[in-house]
């Protein structure tokens, strides 16, 4: 299926012919986060139906948007130079979104690189770079992540690693990363279990990610 035209001239229009179809935005999203196998990306979009995938991928490719590269005799997706300029409207559509959330559904998934991006949308660089060089192990459901924080630099990676804090929290870390719940009173009540390291370096995880509710 041909993606569809709306029969309109500007740039905004284009934008959405070109990743305006169903799971396009996501799979762009993975892989703003790195290149990713064809299973990987099925793994991440659980509920995306195989033949889609398919189509999107293609469309994608065909846009300039994304690439195909043979790495270690296995084939990988990944973004080109032109498809990762789409980083900032990806991080702004986060934050926007992240602000409408509520609860979640019984349904829904969180997946380590929508986590990721979120993060990374999340993240205040300048506010950052007054701290010193800190490093998160964030257990959060079923995903684990290494969030290590060095200046206004940042790097999420899967898994754990050596870090000053480590912590465990579901859906409701969300509203320490609003400024709805303060840190302390996160850690009182349960939502934020501290596994390892001072509490004290959550207050610092909370004004390093912060998106105004």
Known sequence: ??????????????????????????????????????GELAAGLPR???NILAARLKE????????????????????????????PIVLALSAWGFKALGEPRDEQVITPDA????LRSAFRAPVAASFPATAYSA???????????DGPSLDVARGGGPADLAFAAGPDIRRVI?????????????????LHGPG??????????HLAA
């Open 139 to 149: 257990h959060l459901g079923e995903v684990e992540l290494l969030i290590r924080v």
């Open 1 to 38: 299926m041909a993606p569809r035209e709306y029969g309109q001239y500007d740039g905004v229009t284009r934008a959405i012919e070109l990743i305006g179809e169903r799971w396009a935005l996501l799979i762009v999203r993975d892989l703003l986060v790195g290149p990713r196998r064809n």
């Open 115 to 118: 986590l990721t991006v979120a």
């Open 48 to 50: 995306i139906p195989t």
């Open 200 to 209: 004290r370096l959550l207050g610092r995880f909370a004004e390093t990610f």
């Open 178 to 194: 609003t400024g709805e719940l303060a840190p302390e009173h996160a850690i009182s009540t349960g939502v934020v279990e501290v």
């Open 60 to 87: 994608l490719q065909a846009a300039g948007i994304i690439r195909r590269a043979p790495r270690s005799r296995v084939i990988i997706y990944e973004l080109t130079p032109y498809g990762r300029e789409l980083e």
